[in-house]
């Protein structure tokens, strides 16, 4: 089957706005510092929404992340990484993705789209795992679970500080849960 055919195959959601689960959901991403480790972080305030249409050429995701909002686990380091020379966060606040085509099947899925940040705008792909679907104990609503993976390059958004400490290629790992809408 070609990835065209399995653009419009059914999806196993309900069609509608789903709502991020904060509570459930996740961004974090690594670094190489030296080029002999790896440094882990994650951002702690973003959002996100999914529109489920009839097939996967109706659905869209975005999502905003608060760039001020890093956590290596190193407040000292954090702010550093929030200083005018590096994220600048006063005049770069948050980074944007928006989704512009969904494609795959079953439990693997990619998701195109544009990653923004600052005044900048690049493609990115995003490999997306789907969990499954499954009913909250509290309440009736039901849940859908997705981890995406992808990588980029700092230096295409501009953020080619630290050379030889840093690693260009920075990965990317979102866990999310969106619940259901209502009626769906």
Same mark, same amino acid.
């Given at each position: ?68 909002? $890093? &956590?290596? /686990? ?8 929030? *200083? ?5 966060? +006063? =005049? ?35 490999? $997306? &795992?789907? /969990? ?8 009736? *609503? ?5 981890? +995406? =993976? ?35």
């Amino acid at each position: 089957m070609t990835n065209d055919a399995i653009t419009t195959a059914a999806l196993p959601l309900a069609p509608g706005h789903w709502a991020m689960d904060p509570l459930h959901s996740s961004v974090h991403f690594t670094i190489r510092h030296l080029g002999i480790s790896t440094v882990r972080g994650r951002f702690s305030a973003f959002g996100a929404e999914l529109y489920v249409g009839a097939t996967a050429d109706d659905v869209r995701v975005s999502a905003t992340i608060e760039l001020a909002s $890093v &956590d290596t /686990g190193s407040p000292e380091r954090d702010a550093h990484l929030r *200083a005018v020379d590096r994220l600048d966060v +006063a =005049r770069r606040p948050t980074m944007t993705y928006r989704s512009t085509r969904v494609r795959g099947g079953g439990a693997e899925w990619t998701v195109d789209g544009e990653l923004t940040i600052g005044d900048v705008t690049r493609p990115v792909s995003l490999a $997306v &795992d789907f /969990g499954g679907l499954g009913d909250s104990p509290v309440g009736s *609503a039901r849940h859908a679970g997705f981890g +995406a =993976r992808g990588r980029i390059r700092r230096s295409d958004f501009g953020l080619d500080f630290a050379p030889g400490v840093l690693g260009d290629v920075v990965g990317i790992q979102l866990d999310l849960q969106f619940v259901q809408p209502a009626g769906g």
